[in-house]
């Protein structure tokens, strides 16, 4: 059973940053890594996501402000997040899809919460 868990979630006012990590229990040498929000009454939304040949994909909504990385040996993606604003407000899933067979993974996700 593939486990994803998420970390680093919590509340930061606007202008603010946070930096957001996910452990996987399993090699993501194979795996898209990426990030999903999802805001109340809202769908999920793709923020950012980065392959093993590095290409890099962003939401435009984020580009520019949040940066993704991944450390394969360490099985873990991270998303730094600044210049953070209100509508950022959602709970952040990781998300690892096996470029092998194109399964999706998810974590349970984090809350981020953008206030003064």
């Known amino acids: 059973q593939v486990q994803l868990v998420e970390s680093g979630g919590g509340l930061v006012q606007p202008g603010g940053s946070l930096r957001l990590s996910c452990v996987a229990s399993?090699?993501?040498?194979?795996?898209?890594m990426g990030w999903y929000r999802q805001a109340p009454g809202k769908q999920r939304e793709l923020v950012a996501n980065l392959k093993p040949d590095s290409t890099m994909y962003y939401a435009d909504f984020v580009r520019g402000r949040f940066t993704i990385s991944r450390d394969n040996a360490k099985n873990t993606t991270t998303l730094q997040m600044n210049s953070l604003e209100p509508e950022d407000a959602a709970i952040y899933y990781c998300?690892?899809?096996?470029?092998?067979?194109?399964?999706?993974?998810w974590g349970r996700g984090t809350q981020v919460t953008v206030s003064s």
């Open positions: 399993i090699s993501i040498f194979d795996y898209v």
């Open positions: 998300n690892a899809i096996s470029i092998i067979d194109k399964y999706h993974y």
